[in-house]
């Protein structure tokens, strides 16, 4: 299937641990993106990499590291985990051409639950 | 930077009749305007959307209009169905090396059979 998937679907963790949360997309698109969507299921953009390079990062804490291997993977890494980072993650693409002034595909998100 | 206001934040129609959510942007130079649908445990969809250099596009039941004078968009629903009900996010974003999708607040539909 083509699509944007992201693993895992659910991560509950307590609070100080460090995760990762693992995004890939076989659409061929150049741009990548991670999303958080709030219990208000308010969507915020959190990061964008275009063809492996970072271009946005909208003010998030640095404990937040994207990490893009290559332009098919966008990884997002989180250390010293704390009660406000729960929320439902998504990871997102776009075509190649105008960034992101195009569809983006959304993967399923990952809840993320800190206790 | 762009910010983007979406209205009303919940909706019930009853099956059949139609439904209006509306939104505002704030930054002129925005010219495009999607619109997702999100499902119970989903990620968000695109359903239709819209550029600035055109007034107003429908696919089927649904329908987008723009007035670029008044920064305000809208999605119109026809004939509602319940596998409708979701919730729905209005987006804009201009073109730029930094483009990206602003999102509304989201509106949560509610088809009543």
């Known amino acids: 299937d083509t699509a944007v998937s992201q693993t895992p679907k659910y991560l509950v963790t307590q609070m100080g641990n460090d995760k990762s949360i693992k995004c890939e997309q076989n659409?061929?698109?150049?741009?990548m993106y991670w999303y958080k969507q709030d219990s208000k299921k308010f969507l915020k953009i959190m990061f964008s990499?275009?063809?492996?390079?970072?271009?946005i990062n909208e003010t998030v804490p640095n404990r937040f590291s994207p990490k893009s291997p290559d332009k098919a993977h966008l990884n997002l890494h989180i250390n010293s985990l704390e009660l406000g980072d729960s929320a439902v993650y998504f990871c997102?693409?776009?075509?190649?051409?105008?960034?992101?002034?195009?569809?983006?595909?959304f993967g399923q998100g990952t809840r993320l639950t800190v206790v | 930077g762009e910010n983007v206001e979406q209205h009303p934040s919940t909706l019930s129609v009853q099956e059949g009749d139609s439904a209006v959510i509306k939104c505002t942007y704030s930054d002129s130079a925005s010219n495009y305007f999607p619109w997702y649908k999100q499902e119970l445990g989903k990620g968000p969809q695109l359903i239709i959307d819209?550029?600035?250099?055109?007034g107003e596009k429908k696919d089927q039941r649904i329908a987008v209009t723009l007035n670029k004078t008044a920064k305000h968009f809208s999605l119109h629903i026809t004939e509602t169905q319940p596998e409708d009900s979701a919730v729905y996010f209005c987006a804009a974003s201009y073109p730029g090396w930094d483009e990206k999708l602003t999102f509304g607040t989201g509106t949560r539909l509610t088809i009543i059979p």
């Open positions: 659409l061929g698109h150049d741009t």
């Open positions: 990499y275009n063809n492996k390079e970072l271009i």
């Open positions: 997102a693409s776009s075509p190649p051409g105008t960034h992101m002034n195009t569809e983006a595909f």
């Open positions: 819209i550029r600035s250099n055109v």
